[in-house]
């Protein structure tokens, strides 16, 4: 098999699992504080099949991908979550929000563990596929963390921002819930070049532990 196949399948591979642990942290912290909706849409897992979106983790990352664009970004199916199920009200959005961010960051250490311990006890050098499955996961799960941190909807920095302002700024809200998408885009556009010195910054960061 042809070795760039190999790595557009590992590529997938590592978005697919990064979106799924992330997708399913905020069923898992939505379902903790009460609220069971997304068990019964079937959320509540870590199978990649129930959060796959066409667009988002299939069409857009394989396009930029292809495209040698530098960055891949995506998305998952957003996990349904009725807030007003919610045993905290105040602070349980942002708790849910944050529940997928701190799962890449776990995972992301993980990866990174790993990789120190094969460096380590194994004669495994750069060139070998677990060893850039690794990375890949590793700089992934970081910067789908940092990435959507952002406070703009529909990131998840967004629910936090807004369980942090007080009430006098709900026009805000109402504005940034309203044209959030739109906001988004623009910054993608525009400044996408944030997105590639994280990853870089990443990949130096990485280098110091290999």
Same mark, same amino acid.
């Given at each position: ?24 942290? &905020? ?6 504080? !009460?609220?069971?909706?997304?068990? &019964? ?28 664009? !530098? ?14 199920? $919610? ?10 929000? $944050? ?72 026009? %805000? ?8 998408? $739109? ?10 070049? %944030? ?16």
């Amino acid at each position: 098999m042809d070795f760039s196949i190999i790595l557009l399948v590992i590529n997938f591979l590592g978005f697919y699992l990064a979106l799924s642990v992330h997708e399913f942290s &905020h069923a898992l912290a939505a379902y903790y504080l !009460g609220d069971k909706t997304a068990e &019964h849409a079937g959320r509540l897992t870590l199978n990649p099949l129930a959060h796959i979106d066409l667009v988002g983790t299939l069409i857009l990352p394989l396009f930029l991908i292809l495209s040698n664009a !530098g960055v891949v970004v995506g998305w998952a199916k957003p996990v349904p979550v009725n807030y007003y199920n $919610l045993s905290n009200q105040r602070w349980g959005p942002a708790i849910v929000s $944050l529940a997928g961010p701190l799962a890449n960051f776990i995972f992301g250490i993980f990866c990174l563990i790993v990789l120190k311990i094969i460096y380590a006890y194994t004669s495994l050098t750069g060139s070998n596929l677990l060893i850039n499955f690794l990375i890949l996961l590793i700089v992934i799960n970081f910067v789908l963390m940092i990435f959507n941190l952002i406070p703009i909807p529909p990131l998840d920095g967004s629910k936090v921002l807004f369980s942090i302002l007080p009430d006098k700024y709900n026009n %805000f809200k109402v504005f940034l819930e309203q044209y959030g998408l $739109l906001i988004l885009i623009f910054f993608l556009i525009f400044f996408s070049g %944030f997105l590639e010195v994280i990853y870089s910054y990443i990949y130096k960061l990485l280098n110091l532990f290999m």
